[in-house]
Nanobody
Framework: VQLAESGGGLVQPGGSLRLSCLPS????????MGWYRQRAGKQREMVAT????????????SYADFVAGRFTVSRNGDRTPLTLQMDRLASDDTAVYYC?????????????WGQGTQVTVSS
């Protein structure tokens, strides 16, 4: 599985960004996809996860408490990206955001990661 991320950038406080993560390769093996972030000097933390529902569709499964209704994770079908719509962004949301895919393979469960995309919230 390969994951191609896009959509990061600079945004003012209160603004919005949409991150995308397009999986390729053995995508039928993916059970869960999600977004994680790593702020400067902090450990990587979960932002949102979504579980496969068939046909390439993923339904949101969990959000971190700090999301507080501001972000929405979704994927609507095969050959479409997992997206993270982020609204009402704050400076604390500045981080490198990583896409994750958890796949069930013959050798066991395996995690795949994207290269990361920088999100900077600043005036």
């Amino acid at each position: 599985v390969q994951l191609a991320e896009s959509g990061g950038g600079l945004v003012q406080p209160g603004g919005s960004l949409r991150l995308s993560c397009l999986p390729s390769g053995s995508t039928k093996t993916i059970m869960v996809m999600g977004w994680y972030r790593q702020r400067a000097g902090k450990q990587r933390e979960m932002v949102a996860t979504a579980r496969a529902r068939g046909g390439g569709r993923f339904a949101a499964e969990s959000y971190a408490d700090f999301v507080a209704g501001r972000f929405t994770v979704s994927r609507n079908g095969d050959r479409t990206p997992l997206t993270l719509q982020m609204d009402r962004l704050a400076s604390d949301d500045t981080a490198v955001y990583y896409c994750n895919a958890r796949a069930a393979e013959p050798t066991g469960v395996r995690d795949y990661w994207g290269q990361g995309t920088q999100v900077t919230v600043s005036s």
